[in-house]
Structure formats: C-alpha cells, structure tokens
C-alpha cells in the first residue's frame, strides 16, 4: 500500500510584494512554493532577485512600506491574515530564521545566555532561571559547540565568527520550530566553517524533521541541503523543481547561465561565463518574459508574451517558450 503523502507544512501561494505603488513593476511577483516536514527547498537567484524578501514576508518582517498580498499557509494558518500578537507567538517557537550576519542577529551587550535565555522565557514563562539555563546550554552542545556552560557567560564578540553563527542556529532551534528559514547562512563564512554549518543543517533536518527554506545565491550550497530548489530571477520564479534534475539539465536559459558560472573541480580548463547585462530594475515594466533582455536564445515571442511557469514532463516548472514549444 502506498502511504499517504503528507501536507506541505509551508505553501506560498502567488506571493507579491510592492513597496512602491508608483512603480510598474512588483518586487516579488506572484511567487509559489511548498515545502513538507523534514524536507529543504532552496531559493536561488543572483543578490536583488527577491530571494531574502520573500523569506522575511514568511516571517511577518517586510520593512514598511512593504505590502504583501497572496496567501502565506503555514501548518494550515494563513499568516498574512494572522494578527502581530499571533506572529509573535509563531516566530521564534513555531518558525525561526537564521540571518546571513550572527553579528546584527546577537546582541553585542548582552551575554549569549542571557539572550538565549530571553528568547526561552518569552515564549515559556513558567520556566525557572535554572531550567531555562540548562535548556540553552543543551542547545549549544547541539549545535556543536564545546564547553556551552562556559560559552552562556560569553559575549558576541568573545567567540569566533564560527562560533557565533552556531549560537545562531542554536537561538534558531531553542524552541524546536517545525520550519526554518536559513538567509545565506554560510555567506561569511570560510570554507570549513562553512562545510560544518552545512552538515549541522543537514542534521536537523534529518533529525528533527524540520522542514527548511535555504536562501542562497550559491548552488553549490543548496546542492548539498535542498531536494527540492526554485530559481528566482527579478522578483519572480524562472525554474523549480528536483534540485538533482536542474543540476543535471537546466531548463530555463537563466539557470544555466547561473550553473556555467560555477567552478568545477571535474572541469579546470573550463571558461567560466557570465551573463551579460544586469537584474532590471522595478521600475523596467516588461511586456513579455524579463529575461528577454539578457537572454541570447530570445525569440520575437518573448518580448511580446510573458510565458508563465508551464510544467514539463520531468515535474518541473519552467517559464521560457522554447521549454514550452519543445514539451
């Protein structure tokens, strides 16, 4: 018997955002994605495509004047319909964010226990000093960091900024959330700091079965979290699906412009290329695909029609007119 598939615990539904009604064109525009307990979506896109914006719309943190429409479904809430009190009940406890900076995460005044300790007790104030003291030091031992009764007396910058990222996701994970939005984690990182964030990542996932949303403009990171991968591209979704299958055969000209600007150890002598031009700004309208500007296979018919996300026969999701016409 086939088990029965299990709910999303996170559906984004046409997501838009406009910060500026004067405008043509949306920040975020009709954006669409889903991700179950225990599974990792990746967000990918070159920096200002709209990627870290939509993380903070999931989390009710849209700078003003931002306005966000469409439906944000997590475990069955519609959070753009739930009130500030209900969002702060949810953040933190039911999802968390880790940003791409420990620094403007920690407070710089504050002891590491003191702040975690904050966070525990605002969200279960029945907890004594000592319990909430003990449940923080077991995050940090989870999250790999030695020594945590010690590390709870540190300040920020006492620790290193390895170090400083684990307590992040440890901040992240102190109330057991079931999804987690992870906001270029490893971005500051080096390279072997970076490698044992990941796996750390990698593991609660698996472990504890928390579903996670990792933003990143590097598809080599997502590659070692994600199954599941949506590429953006100027406020919208240009290609989503089987991270494994857009790995192997990127459909959308923009996903592989961003794969054939990735070093390859396999291929040393290989030029890497770049795509030409730049993201348009909101102001740019287009009347037909917003890649056409860049895209050297467009045809007289992307400038004219805006393709839409259209499905192909591997499951994917792919907005260009030659995908189209081929399937």
Known sequence: MTPPSRS????????????????????????????????ALGLAGESGCGKSITGLSIMGLTPKPGKVTGRIEFDGENLLESSPKRMRKIRGAGIAMIFQDPSNTLNPVMTIGAQLAEQLRCHRPELSKAQAREICEQALESVGIS?????????????????????AIASAILL???LIIADE?????????????????????????????????DIGVIAQICENMAVMYAGTIVESGMTSKIL?????PYTKGLLNAVPSVRSRNRVLESIPGTVPPPSQRFA??????????AIPKCSEVNPGL???????LVACHLVAGAC
């Open 310 to 316: 259209l499905p192909v026969d591997d499951g994917r």
């Open 147 to 167: 020594s945590p009764r010690e590390r709870l007396s540190n300040y920020p910058h006492e620790i290193s900024g390895g170090m400083r990222q684990r307590v």
């Open 248 to 252: 192997a055969a990127p459909l959308h």
């Open 8 to 39: 999303p615990i996170l559906s984004v539904k046409d997501v838009t955002i406009n910060f500026d009604q004067t405008r043509l064109r949306d920040t975020v525009q009709g954006v669409s994605f889903s991700v179950k307990s225990g599974e």
């Open 288 to 297: 037909g695909c917003i890649f056409q500007d860049r895209c050297q296979f």
């Open 185 to 217: 984690p490893t971005t500051a990182l080096d390279v072997t700091i970076q490698a044992q964030i990941l796996e750390l990542i990698r593991e609660l996932k698996s472990t504890l079965q928390t579903a996670i949303v990792l933003i990143s403009h």
């Open 176 to 178: 057991s959330p079931k």
